[in-house]
Nanobody, 120 residues
């Protein structure tokens, strides 16, 4: 299993970014996929998770601003982030598992992360 994130950048508050995660080595449509983030010194937190078939979950802090989606034909996971806030600054990780951990950071497979920095 390989997960490779991209799309992180430095933006100003109110801006937008789209993160991508390229997945390989497993049957993408059979796995629960998610985006998580971590700030140094804090626990990794769930941002949004999805499974083919429609189950989607968002952290309360990002509802209405972030949208998770996937393209099963391309084995790609996306996170569209709008109205970014300084508190969204973190390393963002893509994760995958065959178990539905919802927003808990207990997924088995993880990417290396992509940095998002939002300045005020």
């Amino acid at each position: 299993v390989q997960l490779v994130e991209s799309g992180g950048d430095s933006v100003q508050s109110g801006g937008s970014l789209r993160l991508s995660c390229a997945a390989s080595g497993f049957t993408f449509s059979s796995y629960y996929m998610g985006w998580f983030r971590r700030v140094p010194g804090k626990e990794r937190e769930g941002v949004a998770t999805i499974v083919s078939g429609g189950r989607i979950a968002y952290a309360n802090s990002v509802k209405g601003r972030f949208t998770i989606s996937q393209d099963t034909a391309k084995n790609m996971l996306y996170l569209q982030m709008n109205s970014l806030l300084p508190e969204d600054t973190a390393m963002y990780y893509c994760a995958a598992d065959r178990i539905d951990w919802w927003l808990l950071p207990r997924y088995t497979y993880w990417g290396q992360g992509t940095q998002v920095t939002v300045s005020s």
